[in-house]
C-alpha cells in the first residue's frame, strides 16, 4: 500500500524540499527581471534630461559664480557713492557722550539746534529726505553751526528699503546726493534705520553692512536709548534714561529723534545737559574718525 508507507513519506519529503527551492528562486528571477526593467526606465528618462549631473563639475562652479555674480550687480550703481575709509580712529576722551538725533528735519531740530547753540554744545543729526526750502536751510544750518549731518533714510518704509541691498542703496543715494547738494559736504556716516540689524533686514544685514563697508561709510548704532518714540514717555523720563544710560557708559552714544512730535524730547535736553557736564561729562559731534558703536551679530 502507498499511502502512508515509507516510500510515499520519502516523495513528500522530497517534494516539500523542491518546492521551497523553486518558489524562492522563482521569485528572485521575477524581482530581478522588475529592477532591471526599472533601472532602463530611469535611465531612459535621465538620458532624455539636460540636469546638473550631466555637467562637468567646473560647469557648475562657472554657473554658480555667475548667478553670484548677477545677485552683486548693485556693485556697479551710484559710482560717486564711495568715501575714502579712515584707516586709523581718533583718541577719543573719557566721559564722552555724543548726542544723536534722527528723522528729522523738523520745527524741533531747529528748537534743539537753538537749544545747543546756547549751551556751547555739537550734536549729530541722521536725517530724512526733505527737499522743500524750509528742511534745505535747516541741512544747511546744522552743518553751518558745527554739527554732524549723516545719512538717515528717503522712505524711512523698513518694508520697502530693506528688501535688498539694492533696494537699500536706492533709498540711501536719494538722501545721501541731496545733502551733498544742498551742503557741498559729502556726508560720510549714516544709521541704519531701526540699526543695522533689526526684523526687516535679517536675511541681508551682513551683505548689506559688507557692501557699506566696501564703499567706504562708517555706519553707527547706539548703546544709550532715550526711548523717546515709547508710549507715555515724558520729559523726567526722557532725562533720566539718558543720564542713567550714560553712567554705565565710558562712551556713550545717545538715541534721540527730533521729528515733529518730539517736543518732549526738545525739553529734556537742556536738562540731560548740564546734569552731565556738572559730573564731568563733555559732548562732542560723531565723524567718521571716532570709532563707531555697532549691534553684536547675530549667532
Known amino acids: 500500500m502507498y499511502w502512508g508507507s515509507v516510500r510515499f513519506f520519502k516523495h513528500l519529503i522530497f517534494g516539500i524540499i523542491f518546492l521551497l527551492i523553486l518558489i524562492p528562486t522563482i521569485g528572485c528571477a521575477v524581482l530581478g527581471n522588475a529592477y532591471l526593467t526599472l533601472e532602463k526606465e530611469i535611465s531612459e528618462k535621465n538620458s532624455s534630461k539636460n540636469t546638473a549631473s550631466d555637467i562637468k563639475p567646473e560647469a557648475v562652479y ?26 586709523e580712529y581718533k583718541t577719543e576722551m573719557p566721559k564722552t557722550v555724543y548726542l544723536t538725533f534722527d528723522d528729522g528735519p523738523s520745527i524741533n531740530t531747529e528748537k534743539i539746534l537753538d537749544i545747543l547753540k546756547e549751551l556751547q554744545v555739537h550734536a549729530t543729526f541722521f536725517v530724512i529726505y526733505k527737499n522743500d526750502a524750509k528742511s534745505r536751510a535747516i541741512y544747511k544750518r546744522i552743518v553751518d553751526e558745527g554739527h554732524t549731518l549723516g545719512v538717515h533714510s528717503t522712505c524711512h518704509e523698513y518694508s520697502i528699503i530693506y528688501q535688498s541691498v539694492e533696494a537699500y542703496l536706492d533709498d540711501f543715494a536719494t538722501t545721501a546726493l541731496l545733502l551733498e547738494e544742498v551742503t557741498g559736504i559729502k556726508p560720510t556716516i549714516f544709521r541704519f534705520p531701526g540699526g543695522s540689524i533689526n526684523a526687516y533686514n535679517h536675511t541681508i544685514y551682513q551683505e548689506l553692512i559688507a557692501e557699506m563697508l566696501r564703499r567706504g561709510y562708517t555706519y553707527y548704532d547706539w548703546n544709550v536709548a532715550s526711548s523717546d518714540t515709547s508710549t507715555n514717555i515724558n520729559v523726567d523720563k526722557i532725562t533720566n534714561n539718558v543720564i542713567n544710560g550714560v553712567h554705565k557708559k565710558e562712551k556713550a552714544i545717545v538715541l534721540m529723534h527730533d521729528s ?3 517736543t518732549a524730547t526738545v525739553a529734556a535736553i537742556p536738562k540731560i545737559v548740564r546734569n552731565l557736564q556738572v559730573e564731568g561729562y563733555q559732548f562732542a559731534n560723531l565723524d567718521n574718525t571716532i570709532k563707531p558703536i555697532c549691534f553684536s551679530y547675530i549667532n
Open 260 to 262: 515733529y512730535s518730539k
Open 62 to 87: 562657472a554657473l554658480e559664480l555667475n548667478n553670484n555674480l548677477d545677485k552683486m550687480d548693485y556693485q556697479k550703481k551710484y559710482e560717486d557713492l564711495y568715501i575714502k575709509r579712515v584707516i
